[in-house]
């Protein structure tokens, strides 16, 4: 690995400036190979890197957006200690959760040692090479598009191939594996990777507690009548982060001026902080004060759906997803829907009820199975 930050010059400059002020608006086919170039890398300092990790970069590449345009990621690939197998590590892609939409809430940025996700040191643990996005604009120029499911679909894969160019020990099999926004993410990347990244052999996908029906509940349920929910009003958190993203998608929409002063002024607070300082400002503060119009309409419902509803079919490997029965930021009931509207589909997924978790103590307690799975995947022929 690089020992030194490494820039692709004149190109990394170019796209970076170009993606800050807007002007790359669309992807012209020509771009297509740009996909996953790395326009810096730099190591990881020793003490920085989480348990089993030998080596590691941080890494800013190119990417694509919800609408296929040019965007830039950042995010970290990991190598595990000891000698690659035949063919090379297998890759363990790991999808964050929710962290906000400011570029300095980046895990890259924030997360290190053995302050990094669980599933990343298990994996490292297990013998398995990582990489794990930030999501495109997210520690990155340009805007980052919260659970829009193709953007993050392009990061999560567009990552691996970031990685492989840099580290030439990575082989091509992989899994896609996240929790909430990241469980999202990981099953739009299991999705679109056939089409989109057909080099690459995807072997399974692994969703914990992963975010759906959002779109659902935000034209049915988060409205200017809605009152205070008590703990549950952080979830206004979420909503904001998802017009965020559907406003960059979507401006024709004009979505954000359905916000209340209050809402704008909240939206302007997303932009700037990370999630724990948002939820926490918007612990008292009723969801329906956010809100000066519905967002129900027919055209709004059809772009919601567009930006975030996960595919129930078209998938090419077993699904697994686990699920707490106690959570209260993705209830129960919208992931035994998606489920069974998989099944109806056709789609190869197992249901994995934790009876005593809520949304995040359920990644601990589904982990181990979760290993065990990713294990069952790489070794099937």
């Known amino acids: 690995m690089h020992s030194t930050v490494t820039t692709a010059g004149v190109l990394g400059t170019a796209l970076s400036a170009a993606v800050t002020a807007g002007v790359i608006t669309a992807a012209p086919a020509s771009a297509a190979p740009l996909a996953g170039r790395v326009l810096s890398a730099e190591s990881i300092a020793a003490e920085d890197l989480p348990p089993g990790a030998a080596s590691g970069e941080r890494v800013t590449y190119v990417t694509r957006d919800q609408n296929d345009r040019m965007a830039l990621s950042t995010g970290v690939v990991y190598v595990p200690k000891g000698t690659a197998p035949s063919g090379g590590w297998r890759i363990f892609s790991w999808a964050h959760g929710t962290t906000g939409i400011a ?19 298990d994996a490292l643990e297990a013998g398995y090479a990582v990489t794990a996005t930030d999501y495109a604009g997210l520690g990155a120029a340009g ?10 679909a392009h990061s999560v894969i567009d990552m691996i191939r970031a990685a492989r160019s840099t580290e030439a020990s990575l082989g091509t099999e992989w899994v896609s594996v996240g929790h909430s926004q990241g469980g999202h993410a990981a099953l739009f990347a299991g999705h679109e990777a056939p089409s989109y990244a057909p080099e690459l052999d995807l072997r399974e996908i692994l ?21 205070s929910l008590g703990r549950v009003n952080t979830v206004s958190a979420l909503y904001l982060y998802i017009l965020a993203g559907l406003d960059h998608a979507r401006p024709d929409l004009h979505i954000t001026d ?18 724990g300082e948002v939820s926490d400002a918007l612990r008292s503060v009723s969801p329906g004060s956010l809100l000066d119009e519905p967002l129900g309409d027919d055209a709004v419902t059809a772009a919601l759906a567009d930006y975030t509803r996960v595919p129930t079919g078209g998938y ?32 190869d997924v197992d249901l994995h009820t934790h009876s005593r978790d809520d949304h995040t103590e359920v990644v601990a307690g589904a982990l181990g199975e979760v290993m065990t799975t990713v294990s069952s995947a790489f070794g099937r022929d």
């Open 143 to 152: 805007e980052t598009e919260y659970l829009g499911g193709r953007a993050a």
């Open 258 to 275: 359905r916000l209340s002063d209050d809402g704008k002024r909240y939206l302007d607070m997303a932009r700037s902080q990370c999630n």
């Open 316 to 347: 090419t490997v077993p699904i697994r997803i686990d699920h707490g029965l106690l959570d209260p930021i993705v209830p129960f009931p919208l992931t035994a829907t998606l489920v069974r509207s998989m099944q109806d589909s056709g789609t």
């Open 207 to 227: 969703a914990i507690a992963p975010a759906s029906g959002i779109e659902g509940v935000l034209t049915k349920s988060f409205t200017p009548s809605v009152p």
């Open 103 to 121: 570029d300095q809430c980046a895990p890259s940025r924030t997360r290190k040692g053995s302050g990094v996700d669980r599933p990343v040191i």
